[in-house]
């Protein structure tokens, strides 16, 4: 049985357990509190040496580290990973833009504001730039989705998995989606999905 090391209030981890769920393989779920330090751990860096979740065990103990590859992973062969080779390209653009223009800023305003009591004086410094590079990220969404139903082929797949986990979650941030309507229905329509579970979900 695969084996997932997690941090439940994690957008990243989350992609991992909503695709897990919506195909409807078994796993066990192991907690790593990351703001305990549980995965900077020697046990732990030695499955994942950059001592991040979420990381995920093999049934042969294979370790495989970061979201989007353990998505590719788990999602090969299925209708969630497209077989178009143009739509699998546009998957990964997609994918490649969450984490790099979308997680960055909406993920990290959210962390901050979700989990912290109080902001250290460099965090409220970066908070608003943080906050406008995030904006800018919906933005992209909202332009995409007035046209598509979904990102990719018009059809639910790993990009919506990859973006919705953290977007569902942007007010906790901050954030207000109150001016992106179609970012909003394009929410519900995801967790309309077959075998949806919420962030919180525990197999």
């Not at 732990?44 to 950059?50: E, G, S, Y």
């Not at 143009?86 to 979700?114: C, D, G, K």
């Not at 942007?170 to 579970?197: I, K, M, S």
Request: negative net charge; glycine residues 6%.
């Amino acid at each position: 049985m695969l084996t997932l090391y997690d941090f439940m209030g994690s957008g990243n981890g989350y992609k991992v357990r909503l695709l897990l769920a919506q195909l409807g393989t078994p796993y066990k779920l192991v907690e790593r509190d990351i703001l305990k330090g549980e995965t900077r751990t020697p046990e732990f860096l030695a499955k994942n040496p950059n001592g991040r979740i979420p990381t995920l065990e093999l049934e042969d103990g294979t370790h495989l580290a970061e979201s989007d590859a353990i998505l590719w992973y788990l999602a090969e062969g299925t209708a969630f990973a497209p077989a178009d080779r143009l739509q699998r390209a546009q998957t990964l653009q997609w994918m490649f833009f969450e984490q790099y223009s979308h997680e960055p800023h909406i993920a990290v305003a959210r962390f901050w504001r979700h989990f912290f009591a109080k902001l250290s004086p460099a965090q409220e410094l970066e908070l608003p730039a943080r906050m406008e590079k995030g904006y800018a990220a919906l933005g992209v969404m909202e332009k995409h989705l007035a046209r598509h139903q979904y990102f990719v082929g018009d059809r639910y797949g790993l990009a919506d998995v990859a973006l919705y986990a953290y977007t569902h979650v942007a007010p906790e941030g901050n954030f207000d989606l109150d001016h992106y309507p179609h970012t909003c229905a394009w929410l519900a329509r995801v967790a309309a999905q077959p075998g949806h579970v919420s962030i919180d979900h525990k197999n």
